[in-house]
T-cell receptor
Protein backbone atom coordinates (compact mmCIF):
# COMPACT_ATOMS: atom_id res chain seq x y z
CA UNK A 1 0.00 0.00 0.00
CA UNK A 2 1.32 3.47 -0.89
CA UNK A 3 2.01 5.77 2.04
CA UNK A 4 0.00 8.60 0.46
CA UNK A 5 -2.79 7.74 -1.96
CA UNK A 6 -4.73 9.96 -4.33
CA UNK A 7 -7.21 9.42 -7.13
CA UNK A 8 -5.14 10.30 -10.23
CA UNK A 9 -8.20 11.58 -12.13
CA UNK A 10 -8.29 13.36 -14.48
CA UNK A 11 -10.99 15.65 -13.20
CA UNK A 12 -12.50 17.62 -16.07
CA UNK A 13 -14.65 20.52 -14.86
CA UNK A 14 -16.12 23.69 -16.42
CA UNK A 15 -14.95 27.13 -15.37
CA UNK A 16 -16.68 28.26 -12.20
CA UNK A 17 -17.23 24.76 -10.86
CA UNK A 18 -16.32 23.61 -7.37
CA UNK A 19 -14.07 20.57 -7.24
CA UNK A 20 -12.80 18.50 -4.31
CA UNK A 21 -9.76 16.26 -4.11
CA UNK A 22 -9.20 13.62 -1.46
CA UNK A 23 -6.10 11.95 -0.16
CA UNK A 24 -5.42 9.26 2.44
CA UNK A 25 -2.23 8.48 4.29
CA UNK A 26 -1.17 5.30 6.03
CA UNK A 27 1.52 6.45 8.47
CA UNK A 28 -0.16 7.79 11.58
CA UNK A 29 3.21 9.22 12.66
CA UNK A 30 3.15 11.74 9.81
CA UNK A 31 3.39 15.15 11.39
CA UNK A 32 2.38 17.70 8.80
CA UNK A 33 0.65 17.79 5.48
CA UNK A 34 0.73 19.99 2.41
CA UNK A 35 -0.83 20.45 -0.99
CA UNK A 36 1.63 21.21 -3.78
CA UNK A 37 0.81 22.10 -7.36
CA UNK A 38 2.80 20.84 -10.34
CA UNK A 39 2.40 22.23 -13.86
CA UNK A 40 3.44 20.16 -16.87
CA UNK A 41 6.09 18.18 -14.95
CA UNK A 42 7.78 21.39 -13.75
CA UNK A 43 8.91 21.75 -10.17
CA UNK A 44 6.27 21.35 -7.44
CA UNK A 45 5.18 24.57 -5.81
CA UNK A 46 3.65 24.81 -2.36
CA UNK A 47 -0.05 25.63 -2.54
CA UNK A 48 -0.92 25.48 1.13
CA UNK A 49 -0.31 23.71 4.41
CA UNK A 50 -3.07 21.57 5.91
CA UNK A 51 -4.19 21.81 9.51
CA UNK A 52 -6.73 19.91 11.60
CA UNK A 53 -8.63 23.13 12.12
CA UNK A 54 -8.83 23.61 8.36
CA UNK A 55 -7.37 26.53 6.49
CA UNK A 56 -8.55 28.69 3.67
CA UNK A 57 -6.63 30.76 1.15
CA UNK A 58 -8.92 32.58 -1.24
CA UNK A 59 -10.74 30.01 -3.34
CA UNK A 60 -8.82 27.11 -1.78
CA UNK A 61 -9.75 25.26 1.41
CA UNK A 62 -7.74 22.41 2.92
CA UNK A 63 -8.80 20.07 5.69
CA UNK A 64 -7.12 17.34 7.71
CA UNK A 65 -8.90 14.53 9.59
CA UNK A 66 -6.30 12.71 11.69
CA UNK A 67 -8.79 10.13 13.00
CA UNK A 68 -9.60 9.00 9.45
CA UNK A 69 -6.11 9.79 8.09
CA UNK A 70 -7.75 11.79 5.35
CA UNK A 71 -6.86 15.10 3.70
CA UNK A 72 -8.95 17.18 1.34
CA UNK A 73 -8.60 20.16 -0.96
CA UNK A 74 -11.59 22.16 -2.17
CA UNK A 75 -11.31 24.61 -5.06
CA UNK A 76 -14.20 27.00 -5.57
CA UNK A 77 -14.99 29.00 -8.71
CA UNK A 78 -12.43 27.10 -10.81
CA UNK A 79 -10.32 29.11 -13.25
CA UNK A 80 -8.60 27.91 -16.41
CA UNK A 81 -5.31 28.65 -14.67
CA UNK A 82 -6.13 26.08 -11.98
CA UNK A 83 -5.46 23.31 -14.53
CA UNK A 84 -2.53 21.38 -13.07
CA UNK A 85 -1.63 18.30 -11.05
CA UNK A 86 -2.27 18.61 -7.33
CA UNK A 87 0.07 16.69 -5.06
CA UNK A 88 -0.89 15.57 -1.57
CA UNK A 89 2.22 15.51 0.61
CA UNK A 90 3.01 14.17 4.09
CA UNK A 91 5.97 15.30 6.15
CA UNK A 92 7.55 12.19 7.64
CA UNK A 93 9.61 12.01 10.77
CA UNK A 94 12.31 14.27 12.00
CA UNK A 95 14.42 14.07 8.86
CA UNK A 96 12.16 16.37 6.90
CA UNK A 97 11.39 13.83 4.22
CA UNK A 98 8.34 14.65 2.10
CA UNK A 99 6.18 11.74 0.96
CA UNK A 100 4.25 12.57 -2.21
CA UNK A 101 1.06 11.09 -3.51
CA UNK A 102 0.84 10.28 -7.20
CA UNK A 103 -1.06 13.50 -7.87
CA UNK A 104 -4.55 14.34 -9.08
CA UNK A 105 -4.87 15.98 -12.48
CA UNK A 106 -7.37 18.82 -12.90
CA UNK A 107 -8.40 20.18 -16.27
CA UNK A 108 -10.66 23.23 -16.20
CA UNK A 109 -12.52 23.77 -19.48
CA UNK A 110 -13.97 27.07 -20.77
CA UNK B 1 17.13 36.16 -3.55
CA UNK B 2 17.77 33.50 -6.16
CA UNK B 3 15.80 30.31 -5.79
CA UNK B 4 17.12 26.77 -5.84
CA UNK B 5 19.29 26.30 -8.91
CA UNK B 6 19.87 23.07 -10.74
CA UNK B 7 22.04 22.31 -13.70
CA UNK B 8 22.00 21.06 -16.26
CA UNK B 9 18.28 21.37 -16.97
CA UNK B 10 18.47 18.60 -19.55
CA UNK B 11 21.05 15.84 -19.69
CA UNK B 12 21.37 13.09 -22.28
CA UNK B 13 23.59 10.10 -21.62
CA UNK B 14 24.19 6.77 -23.29
CA UNK B 15 23.89 3.57 -21.31
CA UNK B 16 26.99 2.98 -19.22
CA UNK B 17 28.00 6.64 -18.96
CA UNK B 18 28.02 8.72 -15.78
CA UNK B 19 25.53 11.48 -14.97
CA UNK B 20 26.30 14.34 -12.57
CA UNK B 21 23.47 16.55 -11.43
CA UNK B 22 24.13 19.75 -9.50
CA UNK B 23 22.01 21.65 -7.03
CA UNK B 24 22.69 24.99 -5.37
CA UNK B 25 20.29 25.63 -2.48
CA UNK B 26 18.67 28.94 -1.75
CA UNK B 27 20.86 31.44 0.04
CA UNK B 28 20.92 30.71 3.74
CA UNK B 29 19.63 27.15 3.35
CA UNK B 30 21.93 24.39 4.56
CA UNK B 31 19.63 21.41 3.97
CA UNK B 32 19.25 19.72 0.60
CA UNK B 33 16.89 16.98 -0.53
CA UNK B 34 16.87 15.03 -3.80
CA UNK B 35 13.69 13.56 -5.28
CA UNK B 36 13.14 11.54 -8.45
CA UNK B 37 10.04 11.58 -10.62
CA UNK B 38 9.76 8.71 -13.07
CA UNK B 39 7.45 9.14 -16.08
CA UNK B 40 3.77 9.03 -15.07
CA UNK B 41 4.66 8.67 -11.38
CA UNK B 42 4.84 10.87 -8.29
CA UNK B 43 7.98 12.26 -6.71
CA UNK B 44 9.99 9.83 -4.59
CA UNK B 45 12.43 10.89 -1.88
CA UNK B 46 16.01 9.83 -2.49
CA UNK B 47 18.37 11.48 -0.04
CA UNK B 48 18.64 14.27 2.55
CA UNK B 49 21.95 16.02 3.11
CA UNK B 50 23.39 18.76 5.22
CA UNK B 51 26.81 20.26 4.62
CA UNK B 52 29.31 17.38 4.57
CA UNK B 53 26.75 14.94 6.01
CA UNK B 54 24.25 12.45 4.64
CA UNK B 55 21.31 12.48 7.03
CA UNK B 56 18.93 10.04 5.34
CA UNK B 57 19.65 8.04 2.19
CA UNK B 58 16.84 5.54 2.60
CA UNK B 59 15.45 6.33 -0.85
CA UNK B 60 18.69 5.90 -2.76
CA UNK B 61 19.16 2.79 -4.90
CA UNK B 62 21.83 0.61 -3.32
CA UNK B 63 24.14 0.64 -6.31
CA UNK B 64 25.40 3.24 -8.80
CA UNK B 65 23.86 6.24 -7.01
CA UNK B 66 25.69 8.57 -4.65
CA UNK B 67 25.19 12.08 -3.32
CA UNK B 68 27.31 14.67 -1.59
CA UNK B 69 27.00 18.19 -0.28
CA UNK B 70 30.52 19.52 0.30
CA UNK B 71 31.45 22.40 2.54
CA UNK B 72 31.92 24.58 -0.51
CA UNK B 73 29.97 24.31 -3.74
CA UNK B 74 26.75 22.68 -4.85
CA UNK B 75 25.26 19.36 -3.90
CA UNK B 76 26.00 16.64 -6.46
CA UNK B 77 23.88 13.61 -7.31
CA UNK B 78 26.00 11.14 -9.21
CA UNK B 79 24.71 8.18 -11.20
CA UNK B 80 27.29 5.75 -12.49
CA UNK B 81 26.78 3.41 -15.43
CA UNK B 82 23.36 4.79 -16.25
CA UNK B 83 20.61 2.52 -17.56
CA UNK B 84 17.40 3.40 -19.43
CA UNK B 85 15.40 3.04 -16.21
CA UNK B 86 17.30 6.01 -14.75
CA UNK B 87 15.54 8.33 -17.22
CA UNK B 88 13.51 10.67 -15.03
CA UNK B 89 13.21 14.18 -13.68
CA UNK B 90 15.47 14.75 -10.68
CA UNK B 91 14.37 17.56 -8.38
CA UNK B 92 16.39 19.17 -5.65
CA UNK B 93 14.80 21.03 -2.74
CA UNK B 94 16.29 23.08 0.06
CA UNK B 95 15.11 24.32 3.42
CA UNK B 96 16.43 26.16 6.42
CA UNK B 97 14.99 23.31 8.50
CA UNK B 98 15.77 23.32 12.17
CA UNK B 99 15.96 19.79 13.52
CA UNK B 100 12.62 18.55 14.74
CA UNK B 101 10.63 21.34 13.14
CA UNK B 102 8.59 21.44 9.98
CA UNK B 103 9.61 23.87 7.32
CA UNK B 104 8.83 24.51 3.73
CA UNK B 105 10.98 22.88 1.09
CA UNK B 106 11.63 24.99 -1.99
CA UNK B 107 12.15 23.08 -5.21
CA UNK B 108 14.51 23.74 -8.07
CA UNK B 109 13.44 23.47 -11.72
CA UNK B 110 14.74 19.92 -12.01
CA UNK B 111 17.15 18.08 -14.28
CA UNK B 112 15.59 15.88 -16.93
CA UNK B 113 17.85 12.92 -17.56
CA UNK B 114 17.39 10.90 -20.72
CA UNK B 115 19.35 7.70 -21.16
CA UNK B 116 19.64 6.48 -24.73
Amino acid sequence: RKEVEQDPGPFNVPEGATVAFNCTYSNSASQSFFWYRQDCRKEPKLLMSVYSSGNEDGRFTAQLNRASQYISLLIRDSKLSDSATYLCVAFSGNTGKLIFGQGTTLQVKP
Amino acid sequence: NAGVMQNPRHLVRRRGQEARLRCSPMKGHSHVYWYRQLPEEGLKFMVYLQKENIIDESGMPKERFSAEFPKEGPSILRIQQVVRGDSAAYFCASSPLVSGMTDTQYFGPGTRLTVL
